[in-house]
């Protein structure tokens, strides 16, 4: 029997639909709403869902709806947080698309920190102004070159940016979730980080970090990581970028960092809430870079050809029989 499978797309241009275009063979049907999404769900063997257009009340409708006939749920995005809290229909694999924008959000990470430090607020503040700032913009500017930095999330994103920072003749550090990762000296050396500690020795690693990128997935145990203590034990001055989930920060008490003069700057592609709310501090304080959320943006060939291989392998691999990849866990802390 032909497969039938269900595709959410947001736009009629949707990268996501080189899904749909490189497998003919399968009875798809694409769907812009909840309504759509349920109705043409019911009789399917795969959904192909985004993370965003997730909500408690589609997740009400998928469970009451979806048959037996359901074997495979397929995320095109990385997080999946929404998704899980939503509540999908039980007992159905679930994978995600963890990587694919690995290469395009490292840049962006690297883009954050390297404008914080070579102080591009500033930069541009006085060219608005037509003023010749170079005094005061010389003496604040700090360099890539020896400096310490500390990526929390040693995953596809993580990994990526080892690469870039070496390049800028960093020193790098890693925390991870991997307690295996954090023990094998095999692991780091091969991926030219100096060692990768344990989530439990956090405070221990950002306290010697120059800058700390934050690229991890959001969950219950990396809720509010980067806490008032996280960041009372990082150096003065440090630079803190986040390109995963606003949560992973405690919001109010980075906004007091930075007030304060603690942290020096922050390059943020995510913020919680999302968007901030229009009299947040954080569009005025004058040492943060904010951009909406975007770092995934910009690569549509790369990402889409990724996205297309992934789910070509997992598709062999569900008709096969075999284990799926990326396959996350519901009940993961």
């Given at each position: ?52 257009t997730c909500t408690p009340e589609l997740g009400e409708k998928l469970r009451a709806r979806v048959s037996g006939r359901l074997k495979w749920i397929h ?19 679930v994978t995600c698309s963890s990587g694919i924008n690995g290469p395009i959000l490292a840049e962006h990470a690297m883009t954050l920190l390297l404008a ?41 994103v993580g990994r990526d940016l080892v690469r870039k920072l070496r390049a800028f003749d960093a020193r790098v550090i890693a925390v991870s979730r991997s ?155």
């Amino acid at each position: 029997m032909k497969l039938k499978a269900v595709l959410h797309t947001f736009r009629t241009a949707d990268p996501g639909l080189i899904l749909r275009d490189n497998h003919p063979d399968i009875d798809w049907a694409v769907s812009r709403n909840h309504d759509d999404i349920v109705h043409h769900a019911a009789d399917a063997d795969i959904l192909v869902l985004n993370n965003r257009t997730c909500t408690p009340e589609l997740g009400e409708k998928l469970r009451a709806r979806v048959s037996g006939r359901l074997k495979w749920i397929h995320f095109t995005t990385a997080g999946v947080e929404l998704g899980l809290a939503m509540g999908l229909p039980p007992g159905v694999p679930v994978t995600c698309s963890s990587g694919i924008n690995g290469p395009i959000l490292a840049e962006h990470a690297m883009t954050l920190l390297l404008a914080s430090l070579r102080r591009f607020n500033d930069i541009n503040e006085g060219q608005r102004a037509h003023e010749w700032r170079r005094l005061r913009i010389v003496e604040s500017m700090g360099s890539l070159e020896g400096a310490t930095v500390c990526i929390f999330g040693f995953g596809a994103v993580g990994r990526d940016l080892v690469r870039k920072l070496r390049a800028f003749d960093a020193r790098v550090i890693a925390v991870s979730r991997s307690a295996a990762a954090a023990q094998s000296l095999d692991y780091a050396t091969n991926h030219a980080v100096d060692r990768v500690y344990p989530r439990d020795k956090l405070r221990e690693a950002i306290a010697q970090a120059d800058a700390v990128i934050l690229c991890t997935n959001s969950d219950r145990s990396s809720y509010h990581m980067i806490d008032a203590g996280a960041l009372a034990a990082m150096k003065k001055g440090a630079v803190v970028v986040n390109v995963a989930r606003g949560e992973l920060i405690d919001e109010s008490a980075l906004i007091a960092a930075l007030r304060a003069g603690h942290i020096g700057a922050a390059g943020l592609d995510v913020t919680q809430p999302e968007p901030p709310l229009p009299d947040s501090p954080l569009f005025d304080l004058p040492n943060v870079i904010l951009s909406p959320h975007c770092a995934g943006g910009g690569s549509p060939r790369g990402t889409a050809g990724r996205q297309a291989s992934l789910f070509a392998e997992n598709l062999r691999r569900f008709r096969a029989g075999e284990p799926l990849k990326n396959l996350v866990d519901p009940n993961a802390d």
